[in-house]
């Protein structure tokens, strides 16, 4: 059996800390992201695959953040 984490269609790297997958009960698998920005924002999906065949689960990560102001904005 494998089992493969992607972000946005690439293979999800992780840290064992921050990014870390821990198995809840027999074949149930969470994915935890410490602190999240908004790199991390995108589609995650968990892919197995053994002999029979293929199955996919996919979710989306949002973040909603206070907007930062690069410049003091002037009066009017």
Known sequence: ???????????LSMDGHRIKVTEEETNVYTLTI?????ADVGAYTCEI???HGLKA?????????K???IKESSPT
């Not at 059996?1 to 293979?11: S, V």
């Open 67 to 69: 907007p930062e102001f």
């Open 34 to 38: 410490q602190k999240a920005t908004a």
């Open 49 to 51: 695959r053994n002999e």
């Open 1 to 11: 059996m494998l089992i493969f984490r992607l972000k946005d269609g690439k293979e």
């Open 57 to 65: 689960s996919s979710g989306n990560l949002n973040i909603k953040m």
